[in-house]
């Protein structure tokens, strides 16, 4: 069984910045990816970056230039600096991760308001 643990989301003024995390909990896994998505109300959701067992990262348009994915074991970071009103969004933490036949799961969400 594997649990996602996401901290780190919160309200944060315009301009500012935050640190998320993602910790996988549970069986020790091989991990293929760590990605993080994001959902604002009424939107889909979206990618935001993401990073490979190898540490390749790719991130979504929104993130170029601003955010900054990382891993250390299997936790995964999400820095976020120059937040922007539009950064608003619940942020899902998503791993995949097994071996022949790798299996996606998600975490509960955490919740990023940016406003004055």
């Known amino acids: 069984q594997v649990q996602l643990v996401e901290s780190g989301g919160d309200l944060v003024q315009p301009g500012g910045s935050l640190r998320l995390s993602c910790a996988a909990l549970g069986s020790t896994l091989h991990i293929h990816a760590m990605n993080w998505y994001r959902q604002a109300p009424g939107e889909e959701r979206e990618l935001v970056a993401s990073?490979?067992?190898?540490?390749i990262t790719v991130y979504g348009k929104p993130a170029k230039g601003r955010f900054t994915i990382s891993r250390d074991k299997n936790t995964a970071y999400l820095q976020m600096n120059s937040l922007k009103p539009e950064d608003t969004a619940v942020y899902y933490c998503n791993i995949v991760a097994g071996g022949l036949s790798p299996s996606s799961y998600w975490g509960r969400g955490t919740q990023v308001t940016v406003s004055s």
């Open positions: 990073i490979s067992g190898d540490n």
